[in-house]
T-cell receptor, first 115, second 111 residues
Framework: DTGVSQDPRHKITKRGQNVTFRCDPI?????LYWYRQTLGQGPEFLTY????????KSRLLSDRFSAERPKGSFSTLEIQRTEQGDSAMYLC?????????????FGPGTRLTVL | TQLLEQSPQFLSIQEGENLTVYCNSS?????LQWYRQEPGEGPVLLVT?????EVKKLKRLTFQFGDARKDSSLHITAAQPGDTGLYLC???????????FGEGTQLTVNP
């Protein structure tokens, strides 16, 4: 039984560098979501895909952030020119589109630290 | 903007005690999920409630969705140290897109 997986689990980078994270959803799930969580807060929505189409983006997703899901399976989230304020846990979740009442299943997250 | 407020923010109790965590909003949600999260890990789904007034039980955990689908509660009976964690409520929209999370309740159960 494979759940949502994310890679890497931890990333330390210097300010100004680019980073890319990968998410592999549960295999039969057609929806994939990205959230960001800072210490002491609940996750905040960034964006979501249904199959390969990016259907919604939060205002939190600045121009330095880009997400892709080219074949409707795994997804990548890239942050360009990282800033210290980007330090957070980046969470990926997946769900089935139909009849799931929006039940989302989360991966273990990627912890980003920008120095 | 839909907001979910959780209370209390922190809760420290002794093993065997009962507790209730509250999740309130001024908005109506099509569904409400409760998650538990441990340090350095992603949230783990505990339950989904969708009908106003619905009550679901998961062993020692009882979840209730308010009649108006704006609020929810989680009650734990005879808490154990293994219940320690961050409890998050999240409201789902009809469109099936984003979940809106509360800030969480950090529960510590001391042996």
């Amino acid at each position: 039984d494979t759940g949502v997986s994310q890679d890497p689990r931890h990333k330390i980078t210097k300010r100004g560098q680019n980073v890319t994270f990968r998410c592999d959803p549960i295999s039969e799930h057609n929806r994939l979501y990205w959230y960001r969580q800072t210490l002491g807060q609940g996750p905040e929505f960034l964006t979501y895909f249904q199959n390969e189409a990016q259907l919604e983006k939060s205002r939190l997703l600045s121009d330095r952030f880009s997400a892709e899901r080219p074949k409707g399976s795994f997804s990548t989230l890239e942050i360009q020119r990282t800033e210290q304020g980007d330090s957070a846990m980046y969470l990926c979740a997946s769900s089935l589109a139909a009849g799931s009442y929006n039940e989302q299943f989360f991966g273990p997250g990627t912890r980003l630290t920008v120095l | 903007t839909q907001l979910l407020e959780q209370s209390p923010q922190f809760l420290s109790i002794q093993e065997g005690e009962n507790l209730t965590v509250y999740c309130n909003s001024s908005s109506v949600f099509s569904s409400l999920q409760w998650y538990r999260q441990e340090p350095g890990e992603g949230p783990v789904l505990l339950v989904t409630v969708v009908t106003g007034g619905e009550v679901k039980k998961l062993k020692r955990l009882t979840f209730q969705f308010g009649d108006a689908r704006k609020d929810s509660s989680l009650h734990i009976t005879a808490a154990q140290p293994g219940d320690t964690g961050l409890y998050l409520c999240a409201g789902g929209e009809t469109s099936g897109s984003r979940l809106t999370f509360g800030e969480g309740t950090q529960l510590t159960v001391n042996p």
